[in-house]
């Protein structure tokens, strides 16, 4: 398809367990974001990669959170040890472009995570 | 930090009826963007504001980039049922070049 592509679309874990979230971004989009959303909360910035840039991590809560991104493509969120209030939906959002007013974010539908 | 607050938080209309709902800023930003959220998706792009005082249409909705620049305003007319969902707000996060900061949303629902 042609959008962003998130798997899974949930994940139900038990405390103490990692899990690995993976996103496909748009074919030639060289931004990828990682937002979480919490029950009736906004989108909270994770990460941000740029091309061959550094990620912006600044806003990773913990250092139980990481992401790589391998070749430019895809993307993969890891949480180590997870907890319970890591419990909710991680989008991801890819965009062609580096200046916002070019380009628009295009998020994936999300994946579901659940912490037991 | 920078911060986006959003009201109201959430609406409960009769659908023919008109919305109004804001976005604030504790700083300057250039540009404002409106995503609708729907339940199970992604948010998606409604309309982006790149210039102070800038009124800009899409179908039944308007947003004003606010002459301060630090407020946005997305109106909704004639609503019907399939604009129920979230409403954010956004805009240039200062962090990193290219990133965006998210308002917490106006949840809209519409009794048919």
């Known amino acids: 398809g042609a959008g962003v592509s998130q798997s899974p679309s949930n994940k139900v874990t038990e405390k103490g367990k990692d899990v690995e979230l993976r996103c496909d971004p748009i074919?030639?989009?060289?931004?990828l974001y990682w937002y979480r959303q919490s029950l009736g909360q906004g989108l909270e910035f994770l990460i941000y990669?740029?091309?061959?840039?550094?990620?912006?991590k600044s806003g990773l809560p913990s250092d139980r959170f990481s992401a790589e991104r391998t070749g430019g493509s895809v993307s993969t969120l890891t949480i180590q040890r997870t907890q319970q209030e890591d419990s909710a939906v991680y989008l991801c959002?890819?965009?062609?472009?580096?200046?916002?007013?070019?380009?628009?974010?295009?998020f994936g539908n999300g994946t579901r995570l659940t912490v037991t | 930090g920078q911060q986006l607050n959003q009201s109201p938080q959430s609406m409960f209309i009769q659908e023919g009826e008109d919305v109004s709902m804001n976005c604030t800023s504790s700083s300057i930003f250039n540009t404002w963007l409106w995503y609708k959220q729907e339940p199970g998706e992604g948010p998606v792009l409604l309309i982006a504001?790149?210039?102070?005082?800038e009124l800009t249409s899409n179908g039944r909705l308007t947003a004003q980039f606010g002459i301060t620049r630090k407020d946005s305003f997305l109106n909704i007319s004639a609503s019907i049922p399939s604009d129920v969902g979230i409403y954010f707000c956004?805009?240039?996060?200062?962090?990193?070049?290219?990133?965006?900061?998210f308002g917490k949303g106006t949840k809209l629902s519409v009794k048919p």
């Open positions: 504001l790149y210039k102070a005082g």
């Open positions: 956004a805009g240039p996060y200062g962090g990193s070049q290219g990133n965006l900061i």
């Open positions: 990669f740029q091309g061959n840039s550094a990620p912006d």
């Open positions: 959002a890819s965009r062609p472009g580096r200046a916002t007013y070019n380009s628009p974010l295009h």
């Open positions: 074919s030639g989009h060289t931004a």
